[in-house]
């Protein structure tokens, strides 16, 4: 009698662990008997800026895929519900705005059915954190993916910092045995980055020491809402808060590492404009985000102070709401004076003896971007690969704020820009008529003002081709 009850007790061990090994093997505890396909995702990260120098972090953190995890979501109609999530592994960085990762999906032979898969990078306690019911809709199961952080977010060095959250999403897709071709898509990150640059004029009398930024929010939405998303261009067009909106008690503080800028230090969450009865507040809303910024004066060794708000450049300045996704570059012209004694006596004061201009890019966008003091160059891309010999003329993406706009030079006769200093122009390549015909190379030269920026462009390449 013993003898059996061992038996049977043993064969309860034995089943248990054959069940804890097929749950490691399959991507859910519910899709435990299902065949999967592994799928490959290639993915865009969220711009790539072209500084002279490095400080707290580099683009290689700031596009560091630490963790990924794809929720899968069944399609019907306008209706998208829960199937499963699933951990991303072999995740690679391709290029400096580019990577790719591996996942194991459940195959669905059924005609006709179709999956939305939405990635979330960089929030794995998040993800892990929330409970999904079954079918249970995408907008419910992506509102509740909130990331909370009071502070600083953490950029100290290429070794000590919180790596930042991402989401993107594919099209509907069948995950049967032809999936085998890599799924691409476009991550967007989570909170807005803000440089503070001091110009060559403004440099031999001021020296900035510190930035404190006040009124801004400790907690976001991981994943936009869909009516601040256009999905047509991929960009994001207002903020999306989460319901309970939580916010920093006092000011964000900044022992900046340069006297000269500050990049990739400041990364905040969203923040829409503030709004009194309906209409957006003035410039100088004591509630309105700012920075303030600390710095000596004409050799002085006293600290004062300067407000910079995030204001547009036009005559009249309009309140900038902060946007996910975005950078937004404060560039100090001109300092005519000390500023206030004190950080509250210049965040309830006027802006004064401080002239500022204020760029922003939406990184998703124009991923390259080149800056000197004054100007910015962004281009789309700086690798153009042709396999075909055929003539071809492609519209490519260049934007800049020089006042005269972009000119090009080409190294190469069959190679040519049009037209010149447009936003949208168009890469001439004459046919490639050569005997035998070989692979050939040509370089572009963009330029606005001081900036130069080079695009290479391969003809007749059969496979990738590095910059």
């Given at each position: ?215 801004t929010n400790a907690n976001a939405r991981i994943a936009p809402l869909p009516a601040s998303y256009n999905t047509a261009t991929q960009k994001v067009t207002t903020v999306s808060l989460p319901d309970v909106l939580q916010t920093n008690a006092g000011p964000l503080l900044y022992t900046i590492q340069s006297p000269l800028k500050s990049e990739h230090e400041i990364y905040l969450f969203e923040k829409g404009r503030i709004m009194n009865s309906g209409v957006p507040a003035p410039p100088g809303d004591t509630k309105s985000a700012s920075l303030i910024i600390g710095g000596h004066y004409n050799g002085s060794s006293v600290e004062t102070y300067y407000k910079i708000e995030f204001l547009s450049n036009e005559a009249i300045p309009a309140p900038l709401p902060l946007l996910r996704n975005h950078k937004y570059v404060f560039n100090i012209l001109q300092v005519g004076g000390a ?129």
């Amino acid at each position: 009698m013993e003898r059996t009850k061992l038996t049977i007790l043993m064969l309860c061990i034995y089943s248990l662990t054959l069940l804890s090994c097929v749950k490691d093997k399959f991507p859910t505890d519910t899709q435990d008997q299902q065949n999967t396909t592994d799928v490959t995702f290639a993915v865009t990260l969220p711009g790539l800026s072209q500084d002279i120098s490095t400080y707290a972090i580099t683009e290689n953190e700031e596009n560091k895929l630490s963790t990924v995890d794809v929720l899968v979501f069944k399609v019907a109609g306008v209706n998208e519900t829960f199937s499963y999530k699933v951990k991303g592994r072999n995740i690679k960085p391709l290029t400096a705005n580019s990577s790719q990762f591996q996942v194991s999906l459940v195959t669905d032979m059924t005609a006709n059915v179709a999956y939305r898969l939405v990635v979330i990078a960089n929030a794995r306690a998040e993800v892990d954190g929330i409970n999904i019911s079954a079918n249970e809709q995408k907008a419910t199961t992506l509102g509740k993916l909130i990331v909370n952080k009071q502070g600083v977010w953490k950029t100290n060095s290429v070794t000590d910092y919180n790596p930042l959250p991402m989401w993107g999403e594919s099209a509907p897709v069948a995950i049967n045995n032809n999936l085998t071709a890599p799924i691409s898509l476009s991550l967007l990150r989570t909170q807005a980055r803000v440089d503070v640059n001091v110009s060559a004029q403004a440099q031999p009398v001021f020296s900035m020491t510190s930035i404190s930024v006040y009124n801004t929010n400790a907690n976001a939405r991981i994943a936009p809402l869909p009516a601040s998303y256009n999905t047509a261009t991929q960009k994001v067009t207002t903020v999306s808060l989460p319901d309970v909106l939580q916010t920093n008690a006092g000011p964000l503080l900044y022992t900046i590492q340069s006297p000269l800028k500050s990049e990739h230090e400041i990364y905040l969450f969203e923040k829409g404009r503030i709004m009194n009865s309906g209409v957006p507040a003035p410039p100088g809303d004591t509630k309105s985000a700012s920075l303030i910024i600390g710095g000596h004066y004409n050799g002085s060794s006293v600290e004062t102070y300067y407000k910079i708000e995030f204001l547009s450049n036009e005559a009249i300045p309009a309140p900038l709401p902060l946007l996910r996704n975005h950078k937004y570059v404060f560039n100090i012209l001109q300092v005519g004076g000390a500023g206030y004694a004190t950080k509250e006596m210049a965040m309830t004061g006027k802006p004064s003896n401080m002239q500022v201009t204020t760029t922003i890019v939406d990184l998703n966008d124009m991923p390259i971007v080149y800056f000197d003091e004054h100007y910015y160059l962004a281009l789309q891309t700086e690798l153009l690969i042709y396999p075909t010999l055929e003539a071809r003329s492609e519209p490519y993406k260049i934007y800049t704020n020089f006042p005269s706009g972009w000119t090009y030079t080409s190294d190469s006769p069959w190679l040519t820009v049009s037209p010149n200093g447009a936003n949208t122009a168009y890469i001439n390549i004459a046919a490639n008529t050569g005997t035998p015909p070989t692979t050939r190379e040509g370089i572009l030269t963009i330029s606005a003002g001081k900036i130069r920026a080079k695009i290479k462009v391969v003809q007749g390449a059969s496979q990738s081709i590095s910059p």
